[in-house]
């Protein structure tokens, strides 16, 4: 395939790029991957911090930012990416779904600027984003991925854009196991020589998974992993396996 597809942690707000330390491993990480990654023709990040009933595109002509977070430093609000909006990838992509809509007004959120100000800085590569769906339904979302597959021979780049760990009460403390069991699932889901029908049977019954609910009390920042599993449809690579925000985290990639 043609496409190249990455499920990351977006990190905990701007803090990746006001030099938190506890993301240093996680910035190092994105910035070095843009050289090993063949740069695509266009982006699509799908990020948990934008949820709609149906598949919703952005497709405004000069996206804004969304500083969707708050109680940060000044400069967390002035941050700028200035990416253009591929408008034709996002029509094209609404097409694959029966009762999508597009949206020419919302701007970009920080689960697409963040990550991608430290993945490509230049902001030169058309971008645009696809919704997750407020159902946060597994199946719902798995299905999302497999509508996308006539994308798969594309240059497009697929960011997933989450958080292997997302339980808000408990960042900032020493990992534990109960974490690690569950970054051990979903590496095993993804990175095993399995059939894509025991990859789905997995994903699609995530809660059933150890510590499912201890990790995502709600699972916004995990379901674009289904979507970029479905979409790949094989195996991927583990391309970060590592702590941020004192927390085990995990990153996968298909090419």
């Known amino acids: 395939m043609k496409a190249q597809i990455l499920y ?4 905990g707000g701007p803090m990746p790029i006001l030099g938190d330390r506890y993301h240093l491993r996680m910035v190092d990480f994105l910035k070095g991957l843009s050289t090993k990654l063949k740069r695509p023709d266009a982006i699509v990040v799908l990020s948990a911090h934008w949820e709609c009933p149906k598949p919703t595109l952005l497709c405004a002509q000069n996206p804004s930012l ?12 002035q ?3 200035p990416a253009s909006m591929a ?7 609404a ?17 697409m600027f963040i990550p991608l100000s430290l993945l490509y800085p230049d902001a030169d590569i058309p971008t645009t984003q696809l919704s997750l769906l407020s159902s946060l ?13 006539p994308l798969l021979d594309e240059n497009i780049l697929f960011i997933g854009s989450g958080f292997s760990f997302h339980n808000m009460r408990l960042f900032f403390q020493d990992d534990d196991k109960q974490n690690h069991a569950f970054q051990e699932f979903l590496i095993n889901t993804c990175t095993a020589d399995l059939p894509i029908s025991k990859r789905e049977e997995a994903l699609v019954a995530w809660q059933q998974a150890p510590y499912a609910r201890y990790c995502h ?39």
């Not at 969304?66 to 430093?73: E, I």
């Not at 339904?137 to 597959?149: K, P, Q, T, V, Y």
């Open 8 to 11: 990351i942690s977006h990190g």
């Open 66 to 77: 969304l500083y969707d977070y708050y109680g940060f430093p000044k400069e967390a609000y």
């Open 79 to 81: 941050l700028r990416y």
């Open 87 to 93: 408008v034709d990838l996002a029509n094209h992509i």
């Open 95 to 111: 097409s694959l779904f029966e009762d999508a809509v597009l949206d020419d007004t919302r701007g970009f959120d920080h689960g």
């Open 137 to 149: 339904s597994s199946r719902e979302h798995w299905n999302m991925g497999e509508a996308l597959r």
């Open 217 to 255: 009390p709600r699972e916004e920042h995990l379901l674009p992993l289904h979507v970029c599993c479905a979409l790949a449809g094989e195996k991927a690579e583990l391309v970060f396996d590592d702590e941020i925000l004192k927390r085990r985290s995990v990153g996968f990639l298909w090419r």
